[in-house]
């Protein structure tokens, strides 16, 4: 069934089980899960990927079944959905596993979509849709936030910062709380004060990002990816980056073939690597060979074609390829 988001405060969802969360409001998707659904589910909350699911189906579902004495009740958080997951929900639902709860969280989904429409049309599911915000609810939202707080802020400034937030309200409570923090030992806030604390949403940690997928740091790529909100062009540079690393990672090998001591080839490659990632390359170096950097070189070639001609599907393509190679 199909429920309005601001409806289900309203609704008595106590019994229902699996839940749709759809559009690009992910900040407003967010904010419902963790203040009205999570209160209500399971008390054990365990976040997967799709891509991480399909490349180990089994596993998933062994998870499902198996219980502890200390999360006898699970609550199932899958992100980025797409209709490659509709049979696994069929499963689960017929399977009738008690003590299960499943949020499901896509991006925009079409009205063609499988998983979209299955959703809408059974009764014992829940299918939420989520738009994005506009410039008048941010700003409102920003109002509420200085007001409840005692901040003095003009209204100008509040403009300024809903701006700046490029209508993405993860965004602005993040600039909010800068704000909150910086107003404890300034009273009056000015037009520099906000220029200077508040960053412009494009701030993304893309190398964070691709640096971890080439360690396998699993953990730190998944809660990256849940922190932002990557969009179409954001592909593009997210495998820019990928290549640029990469050729870095070549470079390297055959440093190491003559020098044979990783601390050394790091320490004297040009351009420097920063102190900071000189842990990480160390891992990304015995992690990839130089084959696998060779062919993962080519492959990430193929993927920046196919995403400048399917931009439409960039992100889960470009999400699917970061999970991939990392599991």
């Known amino acids: 069934m199909i429920i309005k988001y601001f409806e289900i405060k309203k609704k008595n969802l106590s019994k229902n089980n699996f839940f749709l969360l759809y559009g690009n409001n992910e900040g407003l998707i967010n904010t419902t899960i963790n203040e009205i659904l999570k209160p209500i589910l399971a008390k054990s909350v365990f976040n997967y990927e799709e891509a991480e699911i399909l490349k180990d189906i089994d596993g998933f579902n062994e998870n499902l079944v198996n219980k502890s004495f200390f999360d006898n009740e699970k609550l199932i958080i899958v992100n980025r959905i797409s209709d490659k997951f509709l049979n696994i929900v ?3 639902i017929s399977k009738n596993i008690k003590d299960i709860s499943l949020i499901l969280i896509a991006s925009s989904l079409d009205k063609k979509s499988k998983i979209r429409n299955f959703f809408e049309k059974e009764s014992n599911t829940v299918c939420v849709p ?3 915000d506009n410039l008048q609810t941010l700003s409102l939202l920003a109002q509420n936030f200085v007001k409840d707080r005692n901040i003095k802020i003009s209204q100008q400034l509040i403009n300024i910062i809903v701006e700046r937030a490029s209508g993405d309200r993860i965004n602005l409570k993040n600039e909010l709380q800068k704000i909150e923090s910086f107003s404890k030992n300034k009273k009056d806030i000015n037009i520099n004060d906000i220029l200077k ?7 993304y940690d893309i190398s964070d990002l691709v640096d971890s997928c080439l360690s396998k740091n699993k953990k730190r790529i998944i809660k990256i990816l849940n922190e932002n909100n ?5 592909c593009i540079l997210i495998l820019r ?6 050729k870095r990672l070549i470079k390297l090998h055959l440093e190491l073939a003559n020098k044979k001591n990783i601390d050394t080839v790091i320490s004297s490659h040009k351009p420097p690597i920063f102190w900071k990632e000189k842990e990480s390359v160390k891992q990304q ?3 990839l060979n130089y084959n696998d950097t060779r062919d993962l070189i080519l492959k990430t070639n193929e993927l920046e074609l196919l995403v400048k001609k399917n931009p439409q599907l960039s992100i889960n393509i470009t999400t699917d390829f970061i999970i991939g190679h990392t599991v």
């Open 230 to 234: 990557f969009s179409s062009e954001d």
């Open 197 to 203: 604390i508040t960053n412009l949403s494009e701030n």
């Open 130 to 132: 989520f738009y994005e």
């Open 241 to 246: 980056v990928f290549l640029s690393k990469l």
């Open 90 to 92: 069929k499963e689960i």
């Open 285 to 287: 170096v015995k992690m």
